[in-house]
């Protein structure tokens, strides 16, 4: 998409991508109908997240009969969160819409979303879940868990069963690129603005294709890091434990005098043993949650950039880069062997 077009580009949708090549095709043909619809200028950028398939490859081939489709493709795996500042950071629309590729957020709802927003003059709108049936039991265990507890520690502004399926303004996206997070989790991060909002439910739909990029390693992950990044609760509970460890033992000194005073002294191990167990898995608690806290501050501090950017295929250097690959391929079609003209 040349410059000029994207000056009034009124929705971007960004969609991070990794390893989605069974889902691209029927994500396109889902996706493309609704926002052709809209009657405005619109575009979609699909960060490839380094994928380690043909994601990027089905992204060109896409975008050569789909002009709207703009791919921004990482160097590496840089993780969900990552891949969406590099979609907010790169999107140039007045409204920013944020999906996955997987299609169990409908793309359907962005038109509502977006009409919420003008219509009412909101800055944010939510994509609530209102039925998630379609998620496994533990899915949903965890995730009501995972919200319960991040609604009690960081506040009620944050909405449950909204994950990163959402629409913003330009003055909200602009805000969160000001901010200096290191390790980003939007679903707190956002209603963390304080901006106006709204909702729009749905009901979660099954995944396309594909296996889901969110197994239990990563989803513990994010909420250590929504934790550690917006509540210090934990570090009042490692004092707390400290408290509670402190008293133990003034009771099990107070009952080894008593003992001792009695005569009735006979060795024994299992309160020791009992006694040392807890204090020890205390004080390796309270370790760990200041080792959290500390290498958040370690990762600030190196300043590093979460994501590097390979290729856009809407940046300056595109045209000629497309054209170099074309060259290249015109020349491998007619010397398949490699050889050089004499």
Request: glycine residues 8%; charged residues 20%.
């Amino acid at each position: 998409m040349s410059a000029p077009a994207r000056e009034g580009t009124l929705l971007s949708v960004v969609v991070p991508m990794y390893n989605e090549e069974d889902a691209l095709p029927a994500f396109a043909a889902r996706m493309r109908p609704v926002l052709d619809g809209l009657g405005a200028r619109y575009e979609v950028l699909a960060v490839d997240d380094g994928s380690a398939d043909k994601t990027a490859a089905l992204l060109r081939d896409l975008s050569a009969d789909w002009p709207e489709l703009r791919m921004v493709r990482l160097r590496r795996n840089s993780g969900h969160q990552s891949a969406l500042t590099a979609g907010l950071d790169h999107a140039v629309g007045a409204y920013v819409a944020s999906i996955d590729a997987d299609l169990q957020d409908p793309p359907e709802k962005i038109p509502e979303m977006l009409e919420l927003a003008r219509r009412e003059g909101l800055d944010i709108v939510y994509g609530v879940r209102e039925d998630r049936s379609t998620d496994t039991g533990f899915k949903r265990w965890t995730a009501g868990g995972y919200y319960w507890l991040i609604r009690r520690l960081v506040g009620r502004q944050v909405p449950a069963n909204a994950g990163d399926f959402r629409l913003l303004s330009r003055e909200a996206v602009e805000a969160l690129k000001e901010l200096p997070d290191q390790q980003r989790v939007y679903r707190l991060l956002v209603p963390w603005l304080g901006f106006p909002s709204g909702e729009v439910r749905y009901v979660r739909e099954e995944r396309v294709a594909g296996s889901t990029k969110y197994p239990l390693a990563k989803m513990v992950r994010l909420a250590l890091d929504s934790i550690t990044g917006f509540s210090a609760a934990p570090l009042r509970l490692a004092t707390w434990l400290g408290v509670v460890a402190f008293f133990t033992c003034l009771l099990l000194l107070a009952f080894c005098l008593t003992v001792y005073l009695i005569g009735a002294t006979v060795p024994g191990w299992t309160s020791l043993f009992v006694g040392l167990l807890f204090i020890g898995g205390v004080q390796l608690i309270c370790v760990g949650l200041l080792g959290e806290y500390v290498a958040r501050i370690y990762t600030a501090v190196q300043g590093r950039p979460s994501y590097f950017v390979a290729e856009d295929t809407a940046g300056p250097a595109a045209p000629a880069a497309r054209a170099a690959r074309v060259a290249a391929q015109a020349a491998a079609d007619r010397d398949p062997a490699g050889r050089t003209g004499a």
